[in-house]
């Protein structure tokens, strides 16, 4: 006959106890003899379970003795201790073996556990809800009616009805999706809803539980996570961008060198209208020249001389350069410097400049006569500082703000598309940031955020 092996049994419950077929205690947990008294601890079930469900228990011994399999029934009576519980005892049959394995749950114990499990439910920060086996929803979490503005008291809405206010994916079949649910026990499909022009998106995650038939929804929101797997893809883009627009720069200066020599030549052997042709191709050939410096810029890290310099007097060197086309088109050029120390910055001066010459001649060409060109520097924190550059032009449309940066994307015509990516491209190799607000028919707003230098610590240095 196969041996039980006891212990092996009493370390897996708190309230468990092992007897043979004559109902003597062969062993109990350390938890279930608190229960009962430790001095006398009890040798019969007799002794510890009240008349009523001892003979329920007795019956079941005499009636189950030969089963070879495992056996499991369920009594409700009372367990014989000083503050009398009402206990539910489950008994199982040990296959091979003249024993029985008794778990005894306290309604106590199985009422804490529930309300246990409940507060975890409704605490929880994702939104959770219960559904019967027809859809409808029997109970939903605090996070789930904060979230979608859902009752509280879901009794007789059904998820159909409520996936209605979402936009779901394409092909999506609200019948042939609960049909699934049904045969694959756990589904989950995309959906997205719109507030005030904003997308939010969700992953949807029904599992059905066969036992209870009922389902288990939760909903999380993937609207951060997308964006950041976009913002990845568009990085490898830009990665391969610069990769082929280097090969190609270097594939067309070769020439474009060669060109630009015969120019020269042929400039001396001309006279009439055809030396000013030979002056408009020149300038055409500088032109190609500089978007190919400016691809080349794009396509890997430049190793240039960075010293430290004042931001301010940077600034007004650039609007010297401006002034005179502001006034051409009659601009109203401000410029407000709202922060009394000194403002050094660690950069490139002459890419700083060239940054700051895009981004105001941008601003310039997208204003029409009377409009206003600010630039504004300020202290955002003791250790950065914020270059606003906001126009009164025709601003962006909420597409193009998406898609500025990549290069090659330009409204206007004649636009390159390499002047805004390598803005963010040299802001970014000095540690600082680029943001954009726009607004159609009102105008842009560029903010760069740099790191600045304290000049106490370059006085202290000296």
């Not at 370390?11 to 608190?34: H, Q």
């Not at 883009?237 to 030549?265: K, Y």
Request: proline residues 3%; contains cysteine.
């Amino acid at each position: 006959m196969k041996t039980l092996d006891i212990n092996k049994y009493l370390e897996s419950s708190l309230n468990k106890l092992i007897i043979s077929k004559n109902g003597d205690i062969l062993g109990m947990t350390n938890v279930f003899k608190n229960l009962v008294n430790e001095k006398e601890l009890p040798n019969h079930i007799s002794e510890i379970f009240d008349d009523l469900l001892y003979k329920k228990i007795r019956i079941i011994l005499e009636c189950n003795q030969d089963l070879q399999t495992k056996v499991q029934e369920s009594l409700i009576g009372n367990l014989k201790i000083s503050d009398g519980h009402n206990a539910s005892c489950y008994i199982t049959y040990e296959p091979d073996s003249e024993k029985a394995i008794i778990t005894v749950n306290l309604y106590e114990q199985q009422e804490s556990w529930s309300k246990l499990y409940e507060n975890t439910f409704f605490a929880c920060t994702t939104p959770l809800a219960i559904l019967n086996e027809w859809g409808f929803f029997v109970s939903v979490n605090d996070a789930f009616c904060n979230e979608f503005h859902f009752p509280s008291k879901s009794n007789g809405i059904h998820l159909k009805t409520f996936l209605e206010g979402f936009q779901c994916e394409e092909n999506f079949s609200f019948d042939d999706y609960f049909l699934r649910i049904k045969n694959e026990t756990f589904l989950q499909t995309k959906i997205s809803s719109q507030v005030l022009g904003e997308t939010t998106n969700y992953n949807l995650l029904l599992q059905l539980d066969p036992k209870t038939e009922l389902f288990l929804l939760k909903i999380v929101e993937t609207t951060e996570q997308e964006r950041l797997l976009d913002l990845l893809a568009r990085s490898d883009q830009l990665s391969t961008t610069g990769e082929i627009a280097a090969s190609i720069a270097h594939e067309v200066r070769n020439p474009m060198t060669t060109l630009q020599g015969f120019l020269q030549l042929l400039e001396h052997e001309v006279i009439g209208n055809a030396q000013k042709y030979v002056k408009v191709i020149q300038e055409e050939v500088k032109h190609m020249n500089s978007i190919l410096d400016e691809m080349l810029s794009l396509s890997k890290p430049v190793v240039d001389k960075v010293t430290i310099f004042s931001l301010p007097e940077l600034v007004e060197e650039v609007l010297i350069l401006l002034r005179p086309k502001a006034l051409l088109d009659q601009i109203n050029l401000v410029n407000e410097i709202l922060v009394t120390e000194p403002v050094l910055i660690k950069a490139n001066p002459k890419r700083m400049k060239q940054v700051l010459v895009n981004l105001l001649k941008n601003a310039m060409e997208a204003m029409e006569s009377e409009g206003t060109l600010g630039v504004q520097i300020c202290a955002s924190t003791d250790s950065i500082v914020d270059i606003c550059i906001s126009d009164t032009g025709i601003g962006m449309s909420e597409d193009m703000l998406e898609k500025i940066f990549l290069p090659f994307i330009s409204e206007k015509e004649g636009g390159t598309g390499l002047g805004l990516p390598f803005v963010k491209k040299t802001i970014t190799e000095y540690g600082g940031t680029i943001s954009v607000r726009s607004e159609v028919g009102k105008g842009s707003v560029f903010q760069l955020g740099l790191p600045r230098i304290d000049s106490s610590l370059l006085e202290i240095k000296s």
